[in-house]
């Protein structure tokens, strides 16, 4: 396996899913550009990091657990319900991102080589 050319193609990968999710943002949901509109999203994919504990398939069902939160506070708003502040529905997600932050603390199992700069002939 090309070590390389898999770091590359990942790179390339999140780069263009990273772009994606930006133009959703910013083009699908409001229809224009405002500044903060991510909203601290990406302190949510950063746990969503240590949530999978980096495995690719735990990333994608921890981010449609935070993608489920997100839009369950939008559809109890739609609901109407007058009980509930918005503020308090709106925090929901960063809530719950909070909560699976404290339950993972325990259980950090971070790659051994995060972070090691990776060079071909190294021993």
Same mark, same amino acid.
């Given at each position: @396996?090309? $070590?390389? *050319?898999?770091?590359?193609?990942?790179?390339?990968?999140?780069?263009?899913?990273?772009? *994606?999710?930006?133009? $959703?943002?910013? #083009? #699908?949901?409001?229809?224009?550009?405002?500044?903060? /509109?991510?909203?601290?999203?990406?302190?949510?994919? /950063? #746990?969503? $990091? !240590? !949530?999978?504990?980096? %495995?690719?398939?735990?990333?994608?069902?921890?981010?449609?657990?935070?993608? /489920?939160?997100?839009?369950?506070? %939008?559809?109890?708003?739609? *609901?109407?319900?007058? &009980?509930?502040? %918005?503020?308090?529905?709106? @925090? =929901?997600? %960063?809530? =719950?991102?909070? *909560? $699976?932050? =404290?339950?993972?603390?325990?259980?950090?199992?971070?790659?051994?080589?995060?972070?090691?700069?990776?060079?071909? &002939?190294?021993?």
């Amino acid at each position: @396996m090309n $070590v390389a *050319l898999t770091c590359d193609g990942a790179i390339l990968v999140g780069a263009a899913l990273a772009g *994606l999710g930006g133009a $959703v943002l910013t #083009v #699908v949901q409001p229809h224009l550009f405002q500044e903060g /509109v991510t909203a601290g999203r990406g302190w949510i994919a /950063v #746990v969503l $990091v !240590f !949530f999978s504990r980096w %495995y690719p398939a735990g990333a994608l069902w921890g981010a449609l657990l935070f993608g /489920v939160a997100d839009a369950f506070q %939008y559809r109890i708003q739609a *609901l109407g319900s007058e &009980n509930i502040p %918005y503020e308090f529905l709106s @925090m =929901l997600p %960063y809530g =719950l991102t909070l *909560l $699976v932050l =404290l339950c993972q603390t325990k259980r950090r199992e971070a790659p051994t080589a995060l972070g090691i700069p990776y060079f071909k &002939n190294r021993r």
